[in-house]
């Protein structure tokens, strides 16, 4: 069962950036979509950014445009966060899916992490 791990949330202060990290043990991601997701509290689940199976492709939530970058190679998915909002606060997690092509959806993910808190706040 593949069981993803994320790395690198934490605390700081709006402007700031931050970079997650995502892999699996004993496990390589080439054959899986991989996404970043995150929930705020009181607010359901939404879809942060998405990279195809072989990278050519990449979409992003409209409020982290140009602030977020999704990046990955065979072990891992990277989020590159700057210019980080108080709105950015919430618990980010990654997601792979069997499939070649990106979905916003969360029941298209069948593998998850536990995800990382991040906290944006002065």
């Known amino acids: 069962q593949l069981q993803l791990v994320e790395f690198g949330g934490g605390l700081v202060q709006p402007g700031g950036s931050l970079r997650l990290s995502c892999g699996a043990e004993?496990?390589?991601?080439?054959?899986?979509?991989l996404a970043w997701f995150r929930q705020a509290p009181g607010k359901e689940r939404e879809g942060v950014a998405c990279?195809?199976?072989?990278?050519?492709r990449s979409n992003y939530e409209d409020s982290v445009k140009g602030r977020f970058t999704i990046a990955r190679d065979q072990t891992s998915v990277y989020l590159q966060m700057d210019n980080l909002k108080p709105e950015d606060t919430a618990i980010y997690y990654c997601?792979?899916?069997?499939?070649?092509?990106?979905?916003?959806?969360?029941?298209?993910?069948?593998?998850w992490g536990r995800g990382t808190q991040v906290t944006v706040s002065s």
């Open positions: 997601a792979a899916r069997f499939s070649a092509s990106c979905s916003a959806s969360i029941s298209d993910y069948g593998h």
């Open positions: 004993r496990y390589t991601l080439g054959a899986y979509t």
């Open positions: 990279i195809s199976r072989n990278g050519g």
